[in-house]
């Protein structure tokens, strides 16, 4: 998965994002592959229910989407029945569940947009609902529920690491160099070889040009 270190890439014989995952692993399973999935494991488990692929899961997960409730989620719906819910696949498999649209963030956004409804519960990151209520301006958007009556806030999808970026910061960075991130030489060309099958996989994909031989052809690191 993208979300991972250069050395984690670097033992790795493909990268994906949420946004190509399916594709990637539906030619994965097509050449007969089959996959140690890390690091999150619902998403892993998302995608194994909708390609059937034989699929073996880190035990990892995101601590944004993890901490989602489907027993509250539900509660929630029946508030505003008519609403759409909306869900990233890294949130638990009984949460994706109760979903009327699954996929990653730009997913969410195009969902948001030419899905038939004027309310939406949303399931991921609440960072997203600065974007959602900006490019729909007659919609309204409410944050799924992560925790249970007893908690002291009942919306918590917050992730404190992506938090720490602003842009008074990156202002920092473009006009120092300050904060450099050093790789180890010897990784970035294994880490390397997932992330540019993954970029030549995506673009075929996008062309309209067969990606069912890009699989056997680059096969293990």
């Known amino acids: 998965y993208a979300n991972t270190s250069a050395a984690v890439k670097a033992r790795a014989d493909w990268l ?9 692993v539906r030619a994965l ?17 998302y995608i194994r229910r909708e390609t059937g692929a034989d699929m073996v899961f880190w035990n990892g997960a995101c601590i944004v989407h993890d901490e989602f409730k489907a027993f509250e989620l539900e509660a929630l719906k ?3 029945p008519g609403a759409k819910v909306l869900v990233h696949p890294e949130s638990p498999a009984d949460v994706i569940a109760l979903a009327d649209a699954v996929g990653s963030t730009s997913a969410i956004l195009k969902a948001a947009q030419t899905m038939d409804a004027q309310e939406f519960i949303v399931a991921t990151d609440n960072g997203m609902m600065h974007k959602l209520r900006t490019l ?9 529920p992560t ?5 002291t806030c009942k919306s918590c999808a917050h992730c404190p690491w992506m938090a720490m970026n602003g842009l008074a910061g990156v202002a920092q960075v473009l006009e120092t160099g300050a904060n450099a991130i050093h790789v180890d030489p010897a990784i970035i060309p294994r880490a390397r070889l997932p992330i540019d099958r993954m970029l030549a996989f995506t673009a075929a994909l996008k062309n309209g040009q067969p990606v069912a031989g890009l699989v056997p052809n680059m096969g293990a690191a």
């Open 29 to 45: 399973k097509d050449a007969g592959q089959k996959i140690l999935w890390a690091p999150d494991r619902h998403l892993g488990d």
């Open 136 to 144: 729909n301006p007659g919609k309204r958007f409410i944050e799924a």
């Open 16 to 24: 994906v994002t949420s946004s190509c995952a399916l594709d990637i």
């Open 147 to 151: 925790a249970g009556n007893s908690a």
């Open 78 to 80: 029946k508030e505003h």
